[in-house]
């Protein structure tokens, strides 16, 4: 039998990541991504578990690139980065829609929602995921899946900042994914962030920049 959560242990990891969200939403912007800048420049020189793990990704798809180093600062830095403007946008959802300054190419989707076609937007990580999510609320309405994190108090932030213009969302569940579709046949635009880390019975390895990558199928069987 596996160990249990302590309730009040979990109450307490829950509060505590909501408070330091919060406070990071409150910071102006440009505070917000300094303090991120210097954070993810400090992970790139202590011997931390996200760093190794950017040195082993990259030394396997970028085996021969001339400065993995500065490619390992930069990726830890955008990370830190994307994490402090999702607190900021979460707490303050009209501050992240108003970021976006112009669209290219969104006739085909504004044509499609149109007619009432069954539309899925493939979002990877790239950037802050967050902002796209307020437009297509905005412009369209949208259903939307997430993974909850196990702690009932984040999870209301994350729902309450993401569902701010009126987005849906479902969790990553076998009910969460019935709920989708079911939008999708009534002609709904819904999304998903088809890189999440799929659990065993939702993934198959494929190849990725040459190597054998666990990866989600979720996206394949609903399009």
Same mark, same amino acid.
């Given at each position: %039998? ?15 990541? &909501? ?21 993810? +420049? ?38 830190? #980065? ?9 707490? #303050? ?6 970021? &976006? ?43 939307? %899946? ?11 932030? &994350? ?16 009910? +969460? &994914? ?46």
């Amino acid at each position: %039998m596996g160990r249990r959560t302590n309730p009040y242990i979990q109450t307490l990891k829950g509060r505590a990541a &909501v408070g330091a969200l919060r406070l990071l939403g409150l910071l102006p912007f440009r505070l917000n991504r300094a303090l991120a800048t210097a954070l993810g +420049g400090l992970l790139a020189r202590l011997s931390t578990e996200a760093r190794e793990v950017t040195r082993i990704n990259l030394s396997l798809c970028l085996p021969d690139h001339p400065d993995r180093e500065a490619l390992v600062r930069e990726s830890l830095v955008e990370s830190v #980065k994307n994490t402090f403007e999702i607190a900021r946008f979460w707490s #303050k959802p009209e501050d992240g829609l108003r970021r &976006v300054v112009s669209e290219q190419g969104d006739g085909p989707l504004r044509e499609a929602v149109a007619n009432k076609e069954p539309i899925l937007i493939l979002a990877p990580h790239l950037g802050c995921w967050e902002v796209l999510n307020f437009w297509l609320a905005r412009e369209f309405g949208l259903h939307a %899946m997430f993974a909850p994190s196990g702690l009932p108090e984040l999870d209301a932030l &994350v729902k309450q900042g993401r569902e701010h213009f009126g987005t849906t969302m479902y969790p990553a569940t076998a009910r +969460g &994914v019935a709920g989708l579709v079911r939008a999708m046949r009534k002609g709904a635009l819904t999304a998903i962030l088809p890189d999440q880390v799929a659990d065993r019975r939702s993934g198959r390895f494929a190849p990725f920049f040459g190597q054998p990558a666990y990866t989600g199928t979720l996206s394949c069987k609903l399009v």
